[in-house]
Structure formats: C-alpha cells, structure tokens
C-alpha cells in the first residue's frame, strides 16, 4: 500500500478554464491555496489546464506544483486527445486524479480507468440544479447535465461536494451515496479575511460580490434599497452591469461598481461595509458569502437551500425572501440593531474557523486521498 508521499495529486481544471483564466477573474491565490497546502504532504500535485502557452510565467509562482497546458496552441478537441497519450510523470507511479467541477470530467474518469488510477469526482454545484432553474425541470440542458452527474459520480471511486444538499441530491435522484459521496465546504483563508481592527463600521453600507447576471438577483436587491438611504457596493462583472447601474439611477440608489478585484483586496472592502448581502435565486456552496462570515461582516442571505446550509436565520445571519418587500424588511432589521450586527459578525467568524479553515479542508481531502490509495 502507498503512502501519501508517494502520491501525485492531479487535478484536472474545468473544462475551458486556465491559470491566466483564474487570474483575470481574481481566483488565481484562492484557488491554488488548497493545493499549496496540500503539496508537502504529497509526493506532487499536478494542474491540467485548458491554457495555452501564458500559463507557464504563471506555473513559476506555483511553488513547485507542475503544470501541464496546451502549449502547442492545439485545438480543444486535439488537445484532450493529446492529453490522454501525452507522457509525463503526473501519470506515472501512484496517482490520483481529481475534477475541479463536472463540466470536463469525463476525461480524468476516461483516463484513470485506462490507467488503472483512482479518479476523484469533485464539483462546487451540481450543473443539473443550475439548470433547472435557469432552463426549467424538463430542458434538454437540464437532461444532459443529470446524465454527466451520473455518469462521472457512478463511474468515480470518491465523490466530494461541498454541501449536504448537494450530497442529498446524488443519493436521491441517483442513488449514489454511502461513503462514496463526501461533503468537503468550500475553504476561506481565515487569516486573510478576518475582522479588522475595531473602528467602526460605517452606517448603511451594504456589499455584494459575485457575478452581475440574473442568478443573482441584483434587481430586486437595487429596488429594495429605494429610499432607505443605504449604499450598495458591488464587487464583479456580468451582462447585467449598465442595466443595473441605470436602475440605480432611477430609482437614486447609491450604487458603487467595483468590476473584479484581486482576492486579496477583497478584505478591505469587507472591513469598510455594514453587512454582506447575497439574495440570489440560486447558488452551489457561494465563496463570497463564506468569506463575508469569516470576516466578521453581518450577513445576509437568500432563504435557498444552499444558502440555509450556511446561515441560520438569526444566529449567524439572516435569510431573506426574493422579493424586493422582503429584502427591504431583512435590510432595515439589520440596520436598525447595532447590537443584532455585532452579534451576527461575531458568529459568522465562529462558524468560519469551526467549519471552513483552510487547514480543516485539506485535514478532510487527505483522508480522502489516504482511502484510495491505502485500498487493496
């Protein structure tokens, strides 16, 4: 039986994305954190990247973590096909692979079982619930994502998630579940996004980060803040920006957008809010939101199961309904007890080191990786 010493870690990215695609949309640091961590405890750790040739400058600041991309400006077709008889040592010796989501999964599943490895089916969110939300139960974009889950989950020799949810999903709907399915949340960089030094935080400034598209419900959060006098900062990109920044307008909500920041600023920001405020209709294991809690910002949340999973309506934070009427009544609650935000901050943080460190999560992925490789 091999040792965890032994074992290279390859982690195969979402299909499309690269190194450069992390560092434009400010994931870069937090994405590789786990993987940093992870690597003295392992013999490698090995990225398969959808890249081409401008993600090799980036692989040098990766401590010692390999880095395999399409460095012949291939096709994506030729590419994946080159991946599969490409030689190197992320597929030599005792090696276990690992998807990042399930879109792209398929290949490792296709390559560990020619070569025999362990293969890891790991997703952030199940593409099929996103798609029954945005294209309805019975879409045929719905229907494919369910085969691919139960294709990649069934063909797996581990399935990690990051919520209960999402693990109750598999059992139900594919009958997959047991050990095989493992709930490892989404980390936060505790020592990153922490609460500041006390300095008071300003009234009535609300902030949200994530993407600007219809998921988030960025509408109904604008008309909400109608006449309330708060400030809404909102940190990212999406389609929905001009639209939104117009409807501010109209309706004179004081509207501040940041576009994509680097991760590391984010803490800042953070410090300089009242709350946190994510009222999405639909959401996997939301990062923002984890960090928000682990910085000690009140927050609120959209009463949706993955969000329920994270917040307990007045312990940790507070749930909300869609509507803009009842985001508005959360908002004012909130606002209106100093005492209600300093209890909700100082939880929030509690539940982060409890349930979402950094060292707590690569504790559990070891495990898992330990399982395979110590199985005769």
């Given at each position: 039986m091999a040792k965890l010493s032994q074992v290279r870690y390859v982690l195969f990215f979402t299909q499309g994305m690269s190194l450069l695609g992390?560092?434009?949309g400010g994931l870069l640091e937090r994405e590789v954190a786990l993987y940093r961590a992870l690597r003295p405890h392992l013999r490698g750790v090995t990225f398969v990247t959808y890249g081409d040739r401008r993600d090799l400058p980036l692989a040098a600041e990766l401590d010692g973590i390999e880095v395999v991309c399409n460095r012949w400006g291939l096709s994506p077709g030729l590419y994946r096909w080159r991946l599969g008889w490409l030689p190197g040592s992320w597929k030599r010796g005792q090696v276990v692979f690992k998807s990042n989501q399930l879109r792209g999964s398929d290949l490792p599943l296709e390559l560990a079982r020619r070569l025999k490895k362990p293969f890891i089916a790991r997703?952030?969110?199940?593409?099929?619930?996103?798609?029954?939300?945005?294209?309805?139960?019975?879409?045929?974009?719905?229907?494919?994502?369910?085969?691919?889950?139960?294709?990649?989950?069934?063909g797996a020799d581990r399935g990690i998630v990051?919520?209960?949810?999402?693990?109750?999903?598999?059992?139900?709907d594919y009958g997959i579940g047991g050990d095989k399915v493992r709930v490892i949340p989404n980390y936060v960089m505790t020592d990153l996004f922490r609460p500041p030094v006390p300095e008071g935080r300003p009234p009535g400034r609300l902030i949200f980060v994530g993407r600007l598209e219809r998921q988030k419900n960025l509408h109904a959060l604008i008309e909400a803040l109608a006449g309330l006098g708060t400030e809404l900062w909102l940190v990212g990109a999406g389609g929905l920006r001009q639209e939104l920044e117009g409807r501010a307008v109209e309706l004179g909500v004081a509207c501040r957008f940041f576009g994509v920041l680097p991760h590391c600023e984010l803490p800042a920001l953070l410090a300089r809010a009242t709350a946190f405020i994510l009222p999405s209709f639909w959401e996997g294991h939301p990062k923002s939101l984890l960090e928000a809690l682990a910085s000690g910002i009140p927050c609120i949340g959209a009463d949706i199961p993955s969000i329920r999973g994270v917040i307990r309506h007045r312990e940790n934070g507070l749930l909300c309904g869609l509507d803009s009427g009842s985001i508005r009544q959360t908002v004012r609650e909130l606002l209106d007890q100093p005492r209600l935000q300093e209890e909700l901050g100082r939880r929030g943080r509690a539940y982060a080191l409890e349930n979402l460190s950094l060292e707590s999560v690569v504790a559990r992925e070891l495990e898992v990786i330990g399982e395979l490789v110590h199985a005769p």
């Open positions: 992390w560092k434009r997703c952030g969110y199940l593409p099929a619930d996103q798609a029954k939300w945005s294209e309805g139960v019975e879409s045929e974009v719905a229907r494919r994502a369910m085969a691919l889950e139960r294709r990649v989950f069934a990051t919520t209960p949810h999402m693990q109750a999903i598999l059992a139900e």
